[in-house]
């Protein structure tokens, strides 16, 4: 019993500790600012307001400073209720000026902070410094004016002419930021007087004129002139994100060209620099890398002459930290450190403050360079401490917390705390424990409020002391929030602890926006909405979807617009129709549900005049059961005779109308449903007919209850669940939560594929029922799925998150370029690459090829590859066919179909190796391309080529055949003389004397010749014989054929000077040759004789070819022969004896 006791006890004192002093210490924050002053330059006399809104405990007591002076309220300076300053009217330059530094100290119970420094500018403007003085320059040179003006703002430059204004540029004329004008090529009508204007938001000056004269150089060729730059770039000084003009012009002939380097060798940034002018560098935006030594260079052109100006630019940058101050816990006599670093250009200066005010440093406090270390921690150093950094360009500040723990009862902060976001409504924080009395905490509050706006609801949850992390899960989509903690004991609380900020997810739309309908013409329909809230956004709204059809048509069309747009013209309209329009908006996460349809009836075609749509303006709702409606008439010809004002609830029919007089402006409807959604109908009336119809929706509010807060959305669905059913469905089913509610309750299933970058992806589905199917889904595809329930025109939130992975399928699309390519004879190659979805992996590949003849009769041939080869080689393929080709791919679960038929024609004969292989592929072509016919057609280019060749080919033939003729003609008649042969008788004549004693050379010359047939006919056309058994017959016509190619005749008349010698008796063959008288006598050799006449007959195988009729017995052992030119090793004996 006691021990129950004692835990009873402990759980009430844990009660009266944390939720009875809810005001001294769970809805206390440290002060901050959620809006600062910042810099702004004002017109003398016109009103100001300095913005400062401070966050923390109340009471919070701001006050203002002005160049660290602290400021008393007047007339003038008015503080107004959320802290900000007002200045009806501000003075300008003078003893009581109100330009300045401005700062604004806000202070509470916990200590004070002071607001980054901001200047009050007064606009204004002095008179020129620099004035344009007068100028006179050679016609075709370059004339230069400069003007420098003090401005606050800076003013704008610009130049007059006789005082008429110059443009700011021309194809010669440049007019810089920095005040100079420049004329390039100076021409005679440019003379005049010039003058600068300087224009800012609080004056305008003018300054002196400066005339121009132009000289004319007269005639005759110009000097050459080498390149002088006569202004070049200065060194400058810019803050951060200005402008900046490096000036270059320069003078020669020819006239040089002018070029930007940087001295670094870094390339000069392309993006935000151009060149102005003839050669001026323009950089805009400028950052910290843009600082450096810049060179321009003029040079002549196509030479080495050139000139060098250099100048260098410095970027100003505010400050900025690098290492902010911590909060920290210390107990007394403790030491404390806080660290600080800043960079900027210049390099800020850094100063601390103690609750608004400089510290006072002393023997216990110090700071080393930029940190500040507090020894011997006493009690008075409790307070807010603020790293102040600060240059000419600004000013940048950090608070840190010292907290000193008084007692041991009192906790330190919790620490490291750091935040993850979950999805779109939930971020988990995570923390260490603290370092003091860790092990007494008995319980931790987390505080959390959204981090941008103003008047934010800090919202807390109290847990337990045995875990270091929660997960906070009703947030908003879409927004920063902001997190600290706090640790209790039993005697009291710690500080807060630092905070931490984190962004919570986009979401779809919670709701669509409404739309406003208005027709201009029986043919259209002009559709308006507004941009969402961000409440109701959830996000960045990226598109929207407008859709329609007509009543009476089913046929949806849909028109995707940007986020930009806020109207959209439906034109191609049918006259005297009723259209039903609705509208989604989708963020990054995916579409809203769309909104109900929303009805609209095109006017009639009609060659009278009626009234245009009212201008109906946006609905308000008044309450949660009364709407306003304003418009205004449309200007026309027609007189309006009055108005006639409809609206009904979404689904509901429509209620009588109203009828309004023609001064009427606006009307209230009352009486309404809270939380539903009506649409508004308004047309003018006229004596002529019903004017043009105006539409508009907009939904009523909920009603607040008695206790003044909204009527509670219901609990989302539980116990979520979902089956794959197949490779494109999913079963999904749901409990209804425990509530009540009278009417139908319907559900939302919201189907999201897991990793989506697609809006268009996700699906919606409705129901009644607590089960859905959803089909059309992808195979093997991880899906998201969460449900949320409708119940009294009230939503819930989203379920909890369940993922479910659809089952594989077969391939659905067959192997892409399929190709198929002919090696060599009777082999062929066939690639492919990989279906084109990747749901399941493919193991394995099957090739069909069959000839067209097996084709025909059914017959295919089948090869298997696995899924990671997409080649195949084909073999043994027969010439002259045609072969067909097609593969499929298959995974675990099935075949996918085969690809498109691939055709390969092979030829009749036989290839070469060497010779380019031939393809034939499903989704490309080539100069020789495979039809379905089995055939190669050739194109033009192709043809061309065999032309061509065939022609080159025919004409080296020709050219041969020439040279071997001419080659054996000439040998023909030194060498290859014609041989007669009489019939049994002995030669006569002075020649006789040489045939008897040759004798025994004929019979070696018998031994020596091939032995003939019956007959012979030197068909190659050495001489015109035909030699048989019996002798020689000559033919009886000589060379018919080719005596178009003979030079000279040969007279065979015997009153020429030539004999005939044959060496020849009956039954052998002999080798004759005739000689003209003037001719050497013949060799006794016969071996000459045999040699000189087998090459006469090979050289004159084309000069003649002879026929003969008659038929003669070949003798034994004979056999046919060729006379060839070549001789045997047979032959080379017989040599040897003759010699």
């Not at 002076?69 to 009806?88: C, K, M």
């Not at 013409?521 to 929207?544: C, E, F, M, N």
């Not at 499929?888 to 099935?894: D, E, F, H, I, K």
Request: charged share 20%; net charge neutral; proline share 7%.
């Amino acid at each position: 019993m006691a021990i129950f006791r004692r835990k009873l006890y402990q759980q009430c004192f844990l009660f009266f500790v944390l939720f009875i002093p809810l005001s001294g210490v769970l809805c206390f924050s440290e002060l901050s600012f959620i809006i600062e002053p910042s810099d702004i330059t004002v017109i003398p006399k016109d009103p100001v307001v300095l913005d400062c809104v401070a966050h923390g405990q109340p009471p919070i007591v701001i006050r203002w400073l002005r160049n660290g002076v602290r400021l008393a309220e007047s007339e003038r300076l008015q503080f107004l209720s959320n802290g900000s300053l007002y200045i009806p009217e501000v003075r300008g330059d003078g003893e009581g000026s109100d330009g300045g530094f401005y700062q604004c100290l806000s202070q509470n119970k916990y200590g004070a902070i002071l607001s980054q420094r901001s200047r009050l500018i007064i606009a204004n403007i002095s008179p020129f410094v620099v004035q344009p003085v007068l100028l006179e320059v050679t016609e075709g040179s370059v004339a230069r004016f400069t003007c420098q003006v003090t401005s606050n703002p800076p003013a704008t430059i610009t130049w007059e002419l006789d005082q008429s204004t110059l443009p700011l540029e021309t194809d010669r004329i440049t007019v810089l930021p920095n005040g100079a004008i420049q004329i390039q090529n100076v021409q005679l009508e440019d003379a005049g007087k010039y003058r600068c204007v300087a224009t800012n938001i609080g004056n305008r000056v003018k300054s002196r004129e400066a005339t121009l004269s132009v000289i004319n150089p007269g005639s005759g060729p110009k000097p050459r002139q080498r390149p002088r730059i006569i202004a070049g770039p200065q060194n400058m000084t810019a803050s951060l994100h200005y402008t900046v003009v490096l000036e270059c012009v320069a003078t020669g002939n020819p006239r040089p060209i002018i070029s930007w380097s940087r001295a670094d060798s870094k390339p000069i940034d392309v993006f935000n620099a151009r060149v102005l002018g003839s050669g001026n560098l323009v950089i805009s935006d400028v950052k910290p890398q843009h600082s450096g030594v810049y060179l321009c260079r003029a040079t002549t052109p196509r030479t080495r002459n050139y000139t060098i100006a250099a100048a260098n630019l410095t970027v100003l940058e505010p400050p900025s930290l690098v290492e902010r101050p911590e909060s920290q816990t210390r107990p007394r006599a403790g030491t404390a450190r806080f660290m600080c670093q800043a960079q900027g250009v210049p390099p800020p200066r850094i100063t601390w403050l103690k609750n608004g005010e400089e510290v006072h440093l002393n023997g216990r406090i110090k700071m080393y360079n930029s940190k500040l270390v507090i020894t011997q921690i006493t009690t008075e150093d409790d307070a807010i401490y603020q790293c102040v950094a600060e240059n000419d360009q600004g000013s940048v500040l950090s608070l840190a917390r010292l907290t000193v723990v008084m007692s041991e009862d009192r906790p330190s902060v919790p620490r490291n705390i750091h935040a993850e976001t979950i999805s779109s409504s939930a971020i988990l924080l995570a923390w260490e424990r603290p370092i003091y009395n860790a092990d007494k905490v008995i319980a931790y509050s987390v505080h959390y409020m959204k981090a941008e706006g103003l008047n934010n609801e800090e919202y807390q949850a109290v847990i337990g002391n045995d875990t270091t992390s929660y997960i906070i899960d009703d947030l908003e989509p879409s927004w920063n929030y902001s997190f600290y903690m706090v640790a209790y004991m039993p005697m009291g609380a710690s500080r807060m602890s630092d905070r931490v900020c984190q962004h919570t997810l986009e979401d779809v739309p919670l709701r669509t926006p409404e739309l406003r309908l208005t027709s201009h013409s029986p043919t259209d329909i002009q559709v308006l909405w507004q941009p969402l809230p961000t409440k109701l956004s959830r996000g960045h709204i990226w598109a929207y979807r407008l859709s329609y059809r007509t009543a009476a048509d089913a046929t949806v069309l849909s028109v995707e617009l940007v986020e930009n747009d806020t109207q959209y013209l439906l034109g191609d309209l049918r006259p005297d129709t009723v259209y039903l329009l609705r509208i989604a908006a989708a963020t990054r996460v995916g579409w809203c549900e769309p909104s109900s349809w929303t009805s609209h009836r095109t006017p009639k075609t009609s060659s009278i005049k009626v009234p245009p749509a009212p201008l109906l303006q946006q609905l308000e709702p008044l309450n949660c059961t009364s709407i306003l409606v304003r418009w205004q008439p449309s200007p026309g010809p027609v007189v309006v005779q009055g108005y006639r004002l409809c609206y009904h609830e979404e689904g509901q029919p429509e209620q009588p109308s109203i009828q309004l007089q023609p001064e009427d402006t606006e009307y209230t409807i009352s009486g309404l449903d809270p939380r539903r959604k009506y649409q508004v109908k308004l047309l003018a009336l006229s004596l002529v007919g019903d004017g043009y119809q105006a539409d508009q929706t907009l939904s009523t509010p909920g009603c607040v209850s008695v206790r003044d807060h909204p009527v509670a959305q219901p609990p989302a669905p539980d116990h979520v669940n979902a089956v794959a059913n197949s490779s494109s469905a999913v079963y999904l089913r749901w409990s209804r939560p425990a509530f009540a509610s009278r009417k139908v309750v319907s559900y939302t299933a919201r189907c999201t594929p897991v990793g989506l970058m697609n809006a268009s992806g996700v699906r919606y589905i409705q129901t009644t029922n607590q089960t859905v199917v959803i089909q059309g889904l992808e195979p093997n595809t991880r899906y998201e799925l969460v449900v949320r329930l409708h119940a009294d025109q009230l939503s819930s939130p989203w379920s909890s998150v369940v993922h479910q992975r659809t089952l594989p399928a077969a391939p659905s699309h067959p192997p892409e370029g399929v190709r198929v390519s002919l090696i060599e004879d009777g082999t062929a190659l066939v690639s492919w690459r990989e279906p084109e979805e990747n749901n399941l992996a493919v193991t394995h590949y099957t090739i069909l090829y069959a000839s067209q003849r097996a084709w025909l009769a059914g017959h295919w041939q089948t090869l298997q590859r696995e899924g990671s080869n997409t080649v195949v080689l084909l073999e043994r393929l027969e010439p002259g066919n045609v072969y067909l080709v097609k593969i499929s791919a298959s995974n675990l679960v099935g075949d996918g179909p085969f690809s498109t038929t691939v055709e390969l024609a092979l030829g009749p004969g036989p290839r070469h190796r060497g010779k380019s292989p031939r393809h034939s592929d499903s989704g490309s072509s080539s100069d020789t391309t495979v039809f379905s016919d089995g055939l190669y057609h050739m194109d033009q280019k192709s043809m061309t080529g065999i032309m061509v060749g065939v022609c080159i080919t025919l004409a080296c033939i020709a050219i041969c055949a020439l040279i071997l003729i001419n080659k054996g003609r000439s040998r023909k008649s030194s060498i290859c003389k014609i041989m007669d042969v009489v019939n049994g008788e002995r030669p006569h004549g002075p020649r006789a004397g040489l045939a008897l004693a040759n004798e025994h050379q004929a019979d070696n010359i018998e031994a020596l010749m091939p032995v003939m047939a019956q007959h012979f006919i030197d068909a190659k056309g050495g001489c015109n014989l035909v030699i048989s058994r019996t002798g020689p017959v000559n033919g009886s016509k000589r060379g018919k054929r080719w005596q178009f190619f003979k030079r000279e005749r040969r007279n065979t008349n015997t009153s020429q000077a030539e004999n005939r010698v044959c060496l020849y008796e009956a039954g052998k063959t002999m080798l004759c040759y005739e000689d003209k008288v003037d001719s050497p006598p013949l060799q006794p050799s016969s071996l000459q004789i045999l040699f000189g006449s087998l090459g006469g007959l090979q050289s004159s195988v084309g000069s003649s070819q002879g026929s003969s009729s008659g038929t003669t017995e070949t003798s034994e052992g004979s056999h046919e022969t060729g006379d060839s030119g070549h001789y045997s090793n047979e032959e080379m004996s017989n040599e040897s004896e003759i010699e």
